[in-house]
Structure formats: C-alpha cells, structure tokens
C-alpha cells in the first residue's frame, strides 16, 4: 500500500492497494448477477449530487476568503478622485464585478443542487404514484447538470478568488491557492463532467420522448410568464420553489 501525492485534498488521503500474490485475490459475489451496476449507479447518482454540492461549499469559501481580502486590502486611489489616498480594493470596479461574479455563480449553483436533492426526495416521499414519478424523472435529467455545471463553477470561481488577491494569490502563505487545487478533482469525480455531458444528450433528455425536460422548461416559463405585469414579484414562485434569497453587494468599508 501507498499514499498517492494529489495536486490537492491532501485531508482526503487515497492510497494504491494491491491484493493477493501472482496468483491474484478471490473475490465474492455480493447481491445478485448481473445487476452490479444497477445497483452501483443508485450510489453514483448521489455521489455526483454531492460532488456538485462540493464544487459549490468550495466556491463558497473562496467567495468569503476574497470579500474578506478585498475588504482589508489597500491599493491605489478611488478612479472618481484621480491623486487621492489608497483605498479598499473592492472599491474598485472589476474587483467588485469579479466579486458579484463570483456570488451569483454561486448562488445559482447551490439552488440548482437543492432543487436537484429536493426532486430525489419527492421521488421516494411523493404523494402519489404520479408525483414520485414526475419528480424522479426531473431527479434523472438534474444530476448530471448540478455535477457539470456545480464543478465547473466551483473551478471558475476559486480562480478568481485568486484574481482578486492579485500576486498574493498565487502565494501559499495567503490559503487561497488551496480552494482551487480542492476544487479541481470535482469535475474529475464520479464521471469526468464530458461524460455528465454525454449521459444528458445522449440518455436523459430522450427518457419518456424527452417528458421531463419538457416539463421543466414549460415549469419555468410558467412562472416567468407574468413578469412583465408584476415585475420582479413574477419571480416569486420560482424564488420559492429553488430555494433562493435576495443577495446584497458586499459592503465597500
């Protein structure tokens, strides 16, 4: 046995096992033949939810790491008083665009993975036999979207964080480096996200003549249909249903 040594999550050791001599390992069967791999993807379709929601709780973190940064960090004056003393870097414009950036990619992400992991639910809890079927069927088209989407945006966004603290970003001595070297096995993890690709178009969207993507799109123009007489107050059901909040712009002091 050995340690592997990985570009990051160094708290989440693997190692290589190697079993048996030359003459190999007896293995046993466990549950029936033929039906491994039914039974492996039950396990595997959480995973890549959870996988996604680790893209978002890093991305998170890197989110917090450079507001907390751009708060204290003084460089260069405000560009509306040319000659003026240093201010705080999240006074200025693309730190702050970098910042929204990276708060609504975030916010996004984690509602898509709740709205995900609340179609699971309903698909063992549901009502009725319809519902639990519905709300599986929209549970089967979301996984490999929360495990793309989720992880690509976790890379993305601890990236800028690095962005923000400029060369001290690439410093280990400031932690940053570390989010997106955690970040970056997720779009590996449990099906490289090209694969989350291939599953989506070439499976999921084709389940039942293509049902399911079809009623989510015909949900969400449902609930966007009345915004041009009510205003952002259309949105509510939607707001309600993916779990999301209004945001603030982090504060400039």
Known sequence: MSLEHKLGIHASPTCVLQFGDE????GWLVGEENRGMRCMFTMMNHARINVGLQGVSIAERAYQQ???YARDRVQSADISQPGGDGVP????????RMLMTMKANTEAVRALAYYNAAAVDRAHFGASDDERKAAQGLADLLTPVTKAFATDLGVE???LAIQIHGGMGYVEETGVAQHYRDARIAPIYEGTNGIQAMDLVGRKLMMEGGLHWRELFQQIRDDLGDLPSKGIWAFWPLIWRMGLMPCKMPRSG
């Open 23 to 26: 003459g190999g390992a007896i």
């Open 66 to 68: 450079a507001v907390a």
């Open 89 to 96: 870097i999240i006074r200025h414009a693309d730190v702050r």
């Open 157 to 159: 966004t601890t990236s």
